[in-house]
T-cell receptor
Framework: KAGVTQTPRYLIKTRGQQVTLSCSPI?????VSWYQQTPGQGLQFLFE???????NKGNFPGRFSGRQFSNSRSEMNVSTLELGDSALYLC??????????????FGSGTRLTVV | QQPVQSPQAVILREGEDAVINCSSS?????VHWYRQKHGEAPVFLMI?????EQKGHEKISASFNEKKQQSSLYLTASQLSYSGTYFC????????????FGQGTELSVKP
């Protein structure tokens, strides 16, 4: 059974540029969440999608956006990159539905470095 | 809003026990526990729902005290493979899918 796949694994961008990260969840998982992980702030919730709808959003500026496609694959976009956006971006998928709770399976992440 | 974990770090000898606590100021619907090894993705350990349920995974178990909004993770007879950073993630009512993680507890098991 394939796990959560994130591409690319590593990315180096220049300040002011934009970036798109991709996440393919485990087959059958309809919930996809995104997290930013940094040594100083830890794991911070960005947003969660379920059946192509954003259900929840964290406290990040509007430069951070995402979407989910009909096949549950998800992308997140960061525009006008800042040095502080350098982080490990993790995607997680779950079987979770409206009234069921399951754990999340995380991908290996995309390491974004902004220079 | 972020749950508070304690202790921040703990060092154990193989075979010793440990308890990691996670406290929230919000009314919780569920608590998740994950372990992350250096350079790897977090791995799901267990989920606890309101009602004080206790779950088990190998020699790792957890409890959830709904009155105190506190969860505890119990590691029994620790093994070298238990080393890593443990995170609790909390979900509140009407915000399913939004996990807020604690700052993590670094556990190191020595031979």
């Amino acid at each position: 059974k394939a796990g959560v796949t994130q591409t690319p694994r590593y990315l180096i961008k220049t300040r002011g540029q934009q970036v798109t990260l991709s996440c393919s969840p485990i087959s059958g998982h309809r919930s996809v969440s995104w997290y930013q992980q940094t040594p100083g702030q830890g794991l911070q919730f960005l947003f969660e999608y379920f059946s192509e709808t954003q259900r929840n959003k964290g406290n990040f500026p509007g430069r951070f956006s995402g979407r989910q496609f009909s096949n549950s694959r998800s992308e997140m976009n960061v525009s006008t990159l800042e040095l502080g956006d350098s982080a490990l971006y993790l995607c997680a998928s779950s079987l979770a539905g409206d009234d069921t709770l399951y754990g999340y399976t995380f991908g290996s992440g995309t390491r974004l470095t902004v220079v | 809003q972020q749950p508070v974990q304690s202790p921040q770090a703990v060092i154990l000898r193989e075979g010793e026990d440990a308890v990691i606590n996670c406290s929230s100021s919000k009314a919780l619907y569920s608590v998740h526990w994950y372990r992350q090894k250096h350079g790897e993705a977090p791995v799901f350990l267990m989920i606890l729902l309101k009602g004080g349920e206790q779950k088990g995974h190998e020699k790792i178990s957890a409890s959830f005290n709904e009155k105190k909004q506190q969860s505890s993770l119990y590691l029994t007879a620790s093994q070298l493979s238990y080393s890593g950073t443990y995170f609790c993630g909390t979900e509140t009512y009407n915000q399913g899918g939004k996990l807020i993680f604690g700052q993590g507890t670094e556990l190191s098991v020595k031979p």
